[in-house]
């Protein structure tokens, strides 16, 4: 009996480090610019599977937020740009959140409202002026309905923001954009909300695939390269990045704003000019991304500081405009199907069923053997193997 406790543990303590590919910490976008995606109900049935407890969606629609109910999924719903000039008002701001957020909270965890996306740098100067002043009405009205303890204020940043970005410590943003980026970080010092960042090594080595080499940029084996002002060896590109954005901060003299990759990915698919763009270099990515995720790994520039990312994303999204990369950053295609194998855990998905006589959705127990702790692959004659080993011990 004694032996059979230990191997009951040990099967136990197996099993935990396959609850899941996002157990580790990761978070995921959520874009629904398409016309062929699984329900919201579906989806959080998806999330909950893969244990997946961080989400970020790019409105708030109420089908959403009502699908992540009961979840204990932590939600970053978005302020659309197109609504950033009358949210100024700040009784415009406090009827959003009171019609868009308030009601939700006690069921669904809404902890972030992302107010405009990748607004810095682009076309519209205009929208750019428009940036802080909502984000301010917004934080003021969280504070009227006594709310701002409970969901923070922040704005997600494309890296275009900055001017120079190797080496990681003389990272700086561009002389134009300072206007902007200074008043925005002294206001995420006084709520003490984080600055996010879209950052993409993808469209780095599209831009430059002679110079850029692949494995620096997909995590793989590589020489690296050494920031002359600090000695210290970056060997991807993600976290010279991050480096250099925490360098651009300091710069305008903060030290005391965090930094978190409110978006990352690679696309499986491209046009013939997007280099890279395959799903076999988009595995490697994510894979990689997240094996480092689990090792709880941080930037060389910031040793104690852990790097908190949101990859993008969930589904592929046949509706984006743009280039063909821009419609497959999925990790999954909408049917439910894994685009390329995560290699991280094993887990149980469910599947999409779309008949009109299954609303939700349909389980089926479908087992992927990923590679895990040296490549020990669990499949499903494995599992049973041991299931039946455990029972066969019991009964002696």
Not at 142 to 147: E, F, I, R, S
Not at 243 to 253: E, R, T
């Amino acid at each position: 009996m004694a032996a059979f406790f230990r191997k009951l543990i040990l099967l136990l303590a197996l099993s935990e480090s396959f609850v899941g590919i996002f157990s580790i910490g990761v978070g995921v976008n959520y874009g629904r610019i398409a016309n062929n995606l699984p329900s919201p109900s579906q989806v959080s049935d998806i999330l909950k599977s893969l244990n997946i407890n961080r989400v970020k969606v790019y409105d708030a629609d109420p089908t959403v937020l009502q699908a992540f109910a009961g979840t204990n999924i932590e939600v970053i719903v978005g302020l659309g740009n197109e609504n950033l000039q009358k949210m100024r008002d700040p009784q415009q701001a406090q009827i959003w959140i009171q019609q868009n957020v308030e009601p939700y909270l006690s069921q669904t965890k809404i902890t972030c409202i992302n107010v405009g996306n990748e607004v810095l740098g682009g076309q519209d100067g205009q929208l750019a002026s428009y940036l802080l002043p909502t984000m301010k009405t917004m934080y003021g009205a969280l504070v009227t309905l006594g709310l701002s303890k409970q969901v923070y204020i922040t704005t997600a940043h494309s890296l275009q923001i900055l001017g120079t970005s190797f080496p990681p410590s003389q990272g700086a943003f561009k002389e134009d954009m300072v206007q902007y980026i200074k008043p925005i970080l002294d206001f995420h010092a006084q709520v003490d909300s984080p600055f996010f960042i879209n950052a993409y090594p993808y469209f780095a080595y599209k831009s430059d695939p002679k110079n850029v080499k692949l494995e620096y940029v997909l995590f793989e084996p590589n020489e690296g390269s050494i920031d002359p002002n600090t000695n210290l060896k970056y060997d991807n590109m993600l976290y010279a990045q991050i480096d250099a954005v925490y360098s651009a901060i300091k710069a305008l003299g903060h030290s005391d704003v965090e930094v978190k990759i409110s978006e990352t990915g690679w696309p499986s698919k491209g046009d013939e000019d997007e280099a890279g763009a395959t799903v076999q270099n988009a595995g490697i990515y994510n894979r990689n991304l997240m094996q480092r995720m689990q090792q709880g790994q941080s930037t060389p520039a910031r040793p104690s500081q852990p790097i908190d990312i949101y990859i993008f994303a969930l589904f592929n999204e046949n509706q984006k405009n743009g280039p063909t990369s821009e419609r497959n950053f999925g990790l999954f295609y909408p049917d439910g199907n894994l685009v390329y194998n995560l290699g991280v855990s094993t887990y149980v998905l469910p599947r999409i069923d779309y008949s009109s006589s299954h609303k939700n959705v349909r389980t089926h127990m479908l087992i992927f053997s990923l590679h895990l702790l040296g490549g020990y692959v669990f499949s499903v004659f494995g599992l049973l193997i041991l299931l039946l080993g455990s029972y066969s011990l019991f009964k002696r």
